[in-house]
């Protein structure tokens, strides 16, 4: 499957990702067990067991968690070449972070809602997730439940028109070249209204990148066993 936006293809078949495969390697190289993992990200343990053995994907809120209690950024869900590790910038050290994504680049990801592409993804336990993502669903009862996470984003709409919907407010529209700020703990979705999927640019600041310990509890030991 590939969506074209301007004159530059993304593919989401090139590289898609064994969300199985990543969580079992993640979760080996720290040597926990699913257990450990799910006292720390609140996923239940039977959740887990069903990704790990594909029988079951997460969407968007619970990869979020997920990558939380993996002290890792999500993009590195989709990746093998994680590794523990603490940045400089959170250790007071001079820094000279940098990442570079080409056009066309990105490391994808399908879910029943949306295509994101996470940019800047071989940078390690960033304080901002970029991603550029396609919106497929086209009404609120389409999209399902809200979703929810422990941080905040940022979305800037670069083509078609999108509706939103918050726990706490109407719903609104925003066309192309419109943005918006939002408390992500407030359910929300985004809902491409017209012909066309809306495609946007999100970025999600991230709670506590990197630090294993200290970190608050989540919503997430609420979490119900979905498909999405």
């Known amino acids: 499957m590939s969506a074209c936006l301007g004159k530059k293809e993304f593919s989401v078949s090139e590289q ?17 067990t699913l257990q450990q993992v799910s006292e720390r990200s609140g996923v239940p343990v039977s959740t887990l067991s069903k990704v790990e053995n594909d029988q079951l994907t997460l969407s968007y809120d619970k990869l979020m968690t997920l990558a939380d209690g993996l002290d890792v950024d999500v993009a590195e869900l989709f990746s093998h070449q ?20 080409m056009p ?8 029943d809602n949306y295509i994101d592409h996470y940019l800047c993804a071989d940078l390690r336990s ?3 997730t970029p991603a550029l993502s396609r919106i497929k669903a086209r009404s609120i009862e389409e999209f399902g439940p809200l979703v929810r996470h422990q941080s905040e984003e940022f979305v800037y709409v670069i083509s ?13 529209l925003m066309p192309q070249g419109a943005s918006a700020y939002l408390d992500s703990t407030m359910g929300h979705a985004y809902v491409s209204v017209g012909d066309e999927d809306a495609w946007v640019i999100v970025v999600v600041c991230n709670t506590h990148p ?10 997430a030991s609420s979490l119900e066993e979905t498909s999405s």
């Open 160 to 172: 078609g028109v999108v509706e939103v919907h918050t726990e706490f407010y109407e719903p609104f």
């Open 126 to 128: 960033k304080l901002m």
């Open 16 to 32: 898609k990702p064994k969300l199985s495969e990543i969580l079992r390697y993640l979760r080996q190289q720290r040597g926990w």
């Open 104 to 111: 066309g680049e990105g490391r994808a990801f399908e879910s």
């Open 82 to 101: 994680a590794r523990d590790a603490t940045p400089s910038f959170l250790s007071g050290r001079p820094t000279g972070r940098r990442s570079l994504t």
């Open 210 to 219: 990197g630090v294993p310990e200290g970190r608050p509890e989540t919503a």
